[in-house]
């Protein structure tokens, strides 16, 4: 029982890393777009380029955690 525990554990583990690189890498994407330039020049934020790029951290890390934690 246990171990089937752990394998599911790391399974979630590597399917948040996988989606917070995405989201990392989307945030990345987005923060080289005409219209997110144009938006910070306007306004002087870049809210949802670094909502991705919190949310991408987050997932990362907690990835990372469930996949290493025993």
């Known amino acids: 029982m246990a171990n089937s ?3 599911t554990t ?3 583990g ?3 890393l996988v989606i917070g690189l995405g989201l ?4 990345y994407r987005l923060s080289g777009s005409v219209s997110s330039q144009i938006t910070h020049a306007i306004t ?3 809210t949802k380029v670094m ?3 919190i949310s991408g951290a987050v997932g990362i890390v907690v990835g990372l955690f469930l996949f290493i934690k025993k």
Do not use: E, K, P
């Open 5 to 7: 525990s752990i394998a």
């Open 10 to 12: 790391r399974i979630i």
């Open 14 to 16: 590597i399917a948040l």
């Open 24 to 27: 990392a890498f989307w945030g």
């Open 44 to 46: 002087g934020s870049d």
């Open 51 to 53: 909502t991705f790029y």
